[in-house]
């Protein structure tokens, strides 16, 4: 079981040589998601050595260039090289029409079935769950509809007791329903407690992507105990004035977000090219929120406490 985010691009609207736009890398039980997809990221994927035909789900959280002008040159590339398994966009509800647009002007055609699934960026729901994980999208409160993420495992399996097992009496048939925190009844009547042949399950993590947003307290039931959470933290608070006319957020005010919130971890991002290092911005937010780091590209987040 493996749970990481490799960060592909952590700067705001214009690109340094240091950070590319937003895009993240998601590999959470082998369910492989980017987030955003700004300009340049399928560069990143390849100079970060990630496999990206692997990606099967592709969230977009607006429609600001920065987040999502390098999806369609990264699809026609998974055409390219031969893509025949499908792939599941989540996005604004305009998203689609931008994509397949920009791909028929070109004459572009598809080898793999391409599924855009709008979001409001109004609306707090779960778009997507299987055995394993969950997704989860809230609204964030940017200039414009802008969507939220939460990407969770769901509770695992109780591992078994070998030892107690054996001589039991219990099936195979009986050991799923172990696995699961369920008791078993047997052929004689007698009823098998699962905690005498299970144990504790490994627990589950999570991790919330929040940008672009004002400081807006709204979001915290949303991202409640979070194990991780990325924040953008465009601004220092020198200037505040500028984030929030610009509906951005401090780091100072992404640490407040962190602690009402109860995460684990503070990952921020989304830097302002005017700044030539994170220093302060790491400094603020580690005022407030000491378990804070400041991203850089190219680096990868354990999902863990």
């Known amino acids: 079981m493996n749970f990481e985010v490799t960060i592909l691009g952590s700067g705001a609207a214009i690109p340094t040589l240091r950070r590319n736009p937003t895009s993240q890398y998601v590999v959470c039980n082998d369910r492989h998601i980017l987030i955003d997809c700004g300009e340049g990221t399928q560069m990143q994927l390849r100079k970060f050595g990630i496999k990206f035909q692997r990606i099967s789900h592709i969230l977009i959280s607006h429609l600001h260039g920065d987040h999502f002008f390098g999806l369609a040159g990264l699809l026609s590339t998974m055409h390219l090289m031969g893509r025949d398994k499908g792939i599941t966009v989540y996005g604004p509800e305009m998203l689609e029409k931008l994509i397949r647009s920009q791909l028929e002007a070109g004459g572009a055609r ?48 109780r591992p078994l007791i070998s030892e107690a097992i054996k001589g039991s009496g219990l099936k195979l ?46 979001i915290v039931p949303h991202i409640k105990n979070a194990t991780v959470l990325y924040h953008e933290a465009t601004f220092i608070e020198r200037d505040s004035e500028r984030a929030k006319a610009t509906f951005h957020t401090t780091s100072a005010q992404a640490a407040k977000i962190a602690t009402q919130a109860n995460v684990h971890k503070l990952l921020l991002g989304h830097l302002s090219a005017r700044y030539e290092n994170p220093d302060t911005h790491l400094t603020e937010s580690s005022a407030i929120f000491p378990n804070s780091e400041v991203v850089e590209d190219g680096r990868s987040y354990p999902i863990s406490r």
């Open 173 to 218: 048939e009986h050991l799923p329903r172990l696995k699961k925190g369920e008791n078993v009844t047997l052929e004689s009547g007698e009823i098998v407690d699962f905690e005498d042949f299970t144990l504790p399950p490994k627990p589950s993590f999570s991790y919330a992507f929040c940008s672009d947003t004002c400081y807006w307290e709204t």
């Open 110 to 157: 598809l080898d793999f079935e391409l599924v855009f699934i709008p979001l409001n960026g109004k609306d707090s729901k779960l778009i997507f769950e299987d055995n394993v994980i969950e997704i989860h999208t809230f609204p964030l409160k940017h200039r414009i509809p802008t969507n939220g993420f939460l990407i969770k495992e769901k509770i695992k399996e």
